[in-house]
C-alpha cells in the first residue's frame, strides 16, 4: 500500500524554488522570453507566467495545488502569476529562517512544539488577513492611489492605453507594445455604448464573456497588421449570392440551428415509395415543401440566411433563385454570439410562420480578408458598436502568444475599472477633498515626489485631503464638459511601489506589536516578503550587476529615508523613480487581491500535515490482499 506523503514548510519552499528559478527571468519590461512545447507538438515562445506554469509538468500533489491557485486568481485578474509564485516562495523563507527548529531531524516533542508555533502563525495570518490588510494597509493604498474617474475623457484613454503597456511590459518590443495597447484600449473603447467608465467596464466584460468568437487570428502578418473590423467576423465563407443592395436599407437576417430542407415533411403518415413513379411523386412532394419555405422567407423580405450545417445543391439552388444570401456552415457558437448580439432567435425548426423576433436587420453582408483567408462580415444596423479584433502575427504560436496577451490585458482593465465607490466605503479613515483647480497628473506625481521633508509631504495630503491621490484626483478642469463619475478607476504607480508601501507600514507595525510575538512574526514576515517585487525588478534591470549601479539596499535606505511614497522601481534602468510620470499605472485593488489571495494559500498550506493516497478497491480478492500488506 502506497505511504503517506509528509507535508512541511521546507518541502513546500523547494518546489516554490523550482517555480521562481523557472519564472525569475521573465519577470518585469526586461524579460525574457520562455519557449516551450504544447501537448499538440506547436512550440510557443512567451513570458507570461499562468502559460508557462500550464506548461509546467509538476508531479507533486503540493506544486499541482500551487500551480492550481494561481492559474484560479489569474483567470480572473489576467495578471500576477509570477508574483503570486515569487511572493509565497518569499513568505515560506521567512517561516523557515523564523523557525529554524522544523528539520527533519527534530524528535517528537520538537515537532508538537512547532505544529502548536504553526498554530499560532496561522492564527496571526488570519487576523492580520481579516484585520490589518482591510483597516490599515488599504486604506494607505488608497489614499495613495490614483482616482482616475475625475480626469478629462481623453485623460482617461491616455490612462487606459497606460494601464495595458505596463501589463504587456517584456512580452513584446517597445513599439509593438505602444501600438498593441492602442489597439486594444480603442477595441473596448469602440464596444462601449457610450462614454462612460460604467459602459467601458461592461465592454471589457462582454468581450471577456466572448472572447474566442470577438478576435480572430491572421498567421502570416506582421503585429503591425492588426486591426479593428465593424461587425460580426464569421470564420466562414460560403456565400453563393450577394444581396442587390438599394441605397442604404437594411437587409434582413435569419439564423438556422439546423438544416429546414431535411425536416420531415408535414403529414400524419409516413411516406414510401415502391415504384419509380412513387419516389418521384415522394421528391415532389419534398422539393414542394422547400419551395413553400422559400416563399415564406421572400415574403418576410429575409435576404441573407446564415446556417449551422451544410446545405444541398438543390436548397441553395432554391435560395439563390429567389434572390437570397446563403452563409452555411458557420460554426453553432459563432451563431450563438450573434445571435446573443442582436437578441434574435436560432431556429432548430421549420416554423409555420415567421416571428420578428427570429429576425434581425443588418446594413450588409459581404466577404472580407483575414490574413490568408477569406471571411464573412456581417455588418450590424443596431447596435453600432459591435466589433472584431483581428490579430496578426508571423507564425501561428505567436498569433496565439497575442491572442492570450490581449484576453489577459481585458481583463486587467476589467478589475481596474471595477474598482468603485464601495471600495472606499469599507474604508472609514478616508475623507475626500475639496477639488482643485486643473493641473497635470503628471506634475502632482512630480510634485510629492520631489518632496523631501515629512512636514512637505504632511502639507500636501492635508491640502489635498487625499494624500498622493487627492492631488491627482483633482485634476480635471473645473469647466470640463466630459466627466467620468458614474465609476471610479483606481490606479498606482507600477515598479512595485504598493509593495513598498505596504512593507514599509508594515514594519511599522512590527515595531510596534513586538510585544505580541506571532503578530509582530507575521507582519515582519509579509514585510520582508512584498520586497521580493521591486527586489526582482532590480535584478532583472540593466543596471543590476554594473559597477556604477546601486544595490537594492541601498535603494530601499533611500526609500525609507524619503518622505515621498509614491516612488517604485524602474524596470529597466533599475532606478527608484517615480513611475507615475512615466505613464506606469497598476490597478490598486488587484495588488491588493493579490496579497489577502497569497496569505489564504498559505494558510491554507500551513494546514497541510500529509498527503494520503486513496486506493480503489475493485474487488474482495484486492481488499485480502491489501489487508495482508498491511499485516
Known sequence: MAKELVINVQSSLAICDSLTDLLRRSFGPNAFQVLYTTSTGKVLVTSDGSTILRATNVAHPVGCWLISRVVSFHSQVGDCAKSYIFLIREVLEGICQEFGSMSKNMDRRSQHVSREEMHDLRRALSDMLHGCLPKQILPSLLQESFDASQVTLADFHNLGENVINTHLAGKLSPKQNKFFSSLLWNFIARSATNASILALRQAAQNIVDSFDVAVMEAAGLPIESSHIENGVILSRDAVTHLPRREGDAPCSVMIWGCDPFKAVPASVSTLSARTISGLVHTMQYVRGQAVKFVDLLVENNVRVVLCSECLSATSLSLLQRAFITVVHTVPLEELLRLSHVVNAQILYEVPTELQSAMIFSALDVKQVSVGSRRCTKVLLNTPPCVCHLILCAPTEGMCKVLSLSAMNSVKVINVWLASSQEDFNQCSDITTGPSKPSENPKDQVQKCSNSHSPMDCEMTEHRTGHGLSGGLAGTASGSCEERLDEKRGLLIPGGGSAELLASRLLYQKYRDHRDNQYQSLAE??????LLCIPRTLHQNSFAYGSRDSHSFVKILEQYFGSAS???????????????????????????????????????????????????????????????????
Not at 604 to 628: N, R, W
Open 565 to 631: 511614497r509614491g516612488l517604485g522601481i524602474e524596470g529597466k534602468a533599475g532606478q527608484l523613480s517615480a513611475l507615475g510620470e512615466r505613464g506606469v499605472w497598476e490597478p490598486t485593488m488587484t495588488r491588493y487581491s493579490l496579497w489577502c489571495s497569497v496569505i489564504e494559500t498559505v494558510i491554507e498550506l500551513l494546514k497541510m500535515d500529509a498527503i494520503v493516497p486513496v486506493l480503489k478497491i475493485g474487488s474482495t480478492q484486492d481488499a485480502t490482499k491489501l489487508q495482508d500488506e498491511d499485516r
Open 524 to 529: 515582519k514576515i509579509v514585510a520582508n516578503a
